[in-house]
């Protein structure tokens, strides 16, 4: 189990975290979530013993291994699938050892141990991973040095995965990878075998790969069982306690404080004043939640233009004599919200630079409205930012001539306030820096807004704003992203970028993961499409109560996990003495999470049948 313990500690003279105490237990998916700048990566340095605390500290088991993605992985002649495999230090050392040992005992001990570990499945086990996170098969075999920074924090994620550490510290994983990585991250997570502990921002991940949420919150630790939605109901409703126990508080209050203010100078009544006054002094104030300010973005309007704004006929772009995307016949409405759907390297990029006029068409014709306006936002834009100049200092020089107090009040419709509008972006979070280049991308009012990655570094307050805002926005919008939680919230149409060409896809998102996280198969010879069965209404209604039943029973064993979430969660049961009351529950624990698996699986079968009757 991971337990902290009056916990403490600050960064330069501020305190991030006071005297928080809480338990993981061992073995769990927990995603810590909290607003930018509360202190979480700092939490994770206090975890790996990087930094001093001012009171308590943090508890592993003994011989436990921590892993994280602390940096990107060297430029190197390395192959990729070499620099994943030294991550196994055990592994390596023992192959080592193997060429060099004469002793038979002790050949015999390595080779026990190599299978122990299961080593010699290792590059096959570690191909799997490269391939999920993006990387070819031929890719793989391809020194590190070949592949830019953000490639090579992937092959970073591959060994840290890969070496399978007993605690694994993941900040913001999904950064770095596009929508399939992404994906493939949350179902790889999902069958980890150890303790997780995740930054993100990203609510699909946290709904599918965690089973926990741990809370940082006015410099408070706050464990809840359940995926973020769930959490999400769980702190609203403790919240609406509190705010009524501090209501009920302050009548209370008032209702003394107006005896002793009635009385005190009666002397028949001086004892009871004075005993309410005592009263009053004794009482533990009771605070109600304060709403942190509100995260907004505000996109100006811009004119309406006829349609379509653009338009494509037997188009082909690339680069010099390599075309990457043909016979693109494409069409742009002003209210159109599109998501660019495809594996890496298919084109999304290559066609966006297109769209917004940043690469050449190489044959075919695009044609576009005189008057069009496109904003683009890139995650290099961001990169790309005068770190030694101020937000105020950017806005002035795409605004010379409108006044100070405008400039401020559009970098305040984008989050930053005034101390943000003056102080230098290199000294701004990511969030911050992501905020002010989108008002960069906005502020000329596009009539299209071409969106690449733009919820990287913010955070969830951030991006249900970006979900409004995208909503109310009355210019088209074409997205790329890995946040699942915004394309199913903005987009009403899906492009598909595969195999040189753009095609529309009809299916939903939901489809197209499912897609994603089933292992390719041999095509296999048609067959023949079988018509639907048509049943009696007695047979529909039996197959309806089946899913019922179905139903009933996976929220019926997820209340059993939760409860025993709970009952994990208590750090009286890791006290000394309490080791076989502990391995019971654990043991408990396993045996539910593998019936709710076959529940679901249950449920799916039963959902899939009723659908193939209608």
């Known amino acids: ?178 929508l399939e990585g992404a994906l493939w991250l949350e179902a790889y997570l999902v069958k980890y075998p150890h303790t997780v502990l995740i930054v993100s921002h990203d609510r699909e991940l946290l709904n599918r790969s965690v089973g926990g949420i741990l809370h940082l919150e006015d410099k408070g630790l706050t464990y809840y069982t359940g995926p973020y939605d769930q959490f999400v109901k769980q702190r609203a409703a403790k919240r609406e306690v509190q705010a009524a126990a501090a209501k009920k508080q302050d009548l209370q209050r008032a209702h003394l404080q107006s005896f002793v203010d009635r009385f005190k100078a009666k002397a028949s009544k001086a004892k009871q004043a004075q005993s309410r006054v005592k009263m009053l002094e004794k009482m533990e104030t009771i605070r109600a939640p304060e709403d942190a300010a509100r995260t907004v973005f505000t996109f100006p309007k811009p004119e309406e233009l006829s349609p379509p704004i653009i338009a494509t006929e037997g188009a082909a772009v690339g680069y010099g004599n390599h075309i990457v995307l043909h016979d693109l016949n494409l069409r742009i409405d002003q209210d159109d919200r599109i998501a660019l759907l495809g594996r890496n390297g298919e084109g999304k990029s290559t066609l966006s630079k297109m769209l917004s006029d940043r690469l050449p068409v190489s044959r075919g014709k695009m044609v576009t409205s005189n008057k069009l306006r496109i904003g683009f936002f890139a995650q290099h834009q961001v990169d790309e930012l005068r770190i030694d100049e101020t937000p105020l200092d950017h806005l002035f020089r795409e605004r010379p001539n409108e006044g100070q107090a405008k400039l401020r009040a559009r970098l305040a419709g984008f989050g930053l306030g005034a101390d943000q509008a003056d102080t230098e972006v290199g000294r701004l979070s990511g969030g911050q820096k992501a905020r002010l280049s989108l008002l960069l991308a906005t502020l000329p009012a596009p009539h299209l807004l071409i969106l690449d990655e733009p919820t990287n570094h913010l955070d969830i307050e951030s991006r249900e704003a970006l979900v409004e805002a995208l909503t109310a926005y009355t210019g088209a919008v074409i997205l790329v992203s890995h946040d699942m939680h915004l394309l199913s919230m903005v987009a009403d149409r899906l492009w598909l970028v595969k195999g040189g060409h753009v095609t529309p896809y009809d299916e939903d998102l939901p489809t197209y993961r499912k897609m994603l996280l089933t292992p390719d198969k041999p095509k296999a010879a048609e067959k023949p499409k079988l018509k639907a069965k048509v049943l009696t209404r007695d047979e529909k209604l039996a197959l309806k109560a089946d899913v019922r039943k179905a139903e009933e029973r996976v929220t019926k064993i997820s209340e059993m996990r939760d409860k025993l979430s709970k009952k994990l969660a208590d750090p009286v049961l890791y006290e000394d003495g309490r080791k076989g009351e502990l391995e019971t529950w654990n043991k408990k624990y396993a045996e539910v999470m593998q019936g709710l698996e076959r529940a679901e699986a249950l449920w799916m079968a039963a959902l899939e049948k009723l659908e193939k009757t209608k």
């Not at 050949?107 to 996170?133: C, M, P």
Request: with cysteine; charged share 25%; hydrophobic share 40%.
């Open 1 to 178: 189990m991971l337990k902290i313990s009056d916990l403490t500690y600050s960064i330069e003279g501020r305190t991030l975290v006071e005297h928080a105490t809480v338990t993981i237990p061992t073995g769990h998916k927990v995603g810590l979530v909290g607003r930018n700048g509360s202190g979480k990566t700092t939490l994770f340095r206090v975890i790996r013993g990087e930094m001093p605390t001012e009171t308590g500290g943090v508890t592993i088991p003994r011989g436990w291994k921590i892993g994280g993605v602390s940096q990107e992985v060297p430029g190197n002649e390395v192959s990729l699938l070499n620099t994943v495999l030294r991550a196994d230090a055990e592994r390596e050392a023992l192959l080592a050892e193997a060429d060099t040992a004469t002793d038979p005992n002790r050949i015999a001990d390595i080779q026990t141990r190599l299978a122990d570990i299961d080593a010699w499945s290792a590059e096959a086990r570690a191909a799997t991973i490269l391939k999920g996170l993006g990387f070819t098969p031929e890719e793989i075999h391809h020194p590190c040095s070949a592949f830019s920074g953000g490639w090579r924090m992937r092959v970073a994620l591959a060994a840290v995965l890969f070496s399978e550490p007993d605690l694994l510290l993941l900040d913001e994983p999904t950064n770095y990878l596009d």
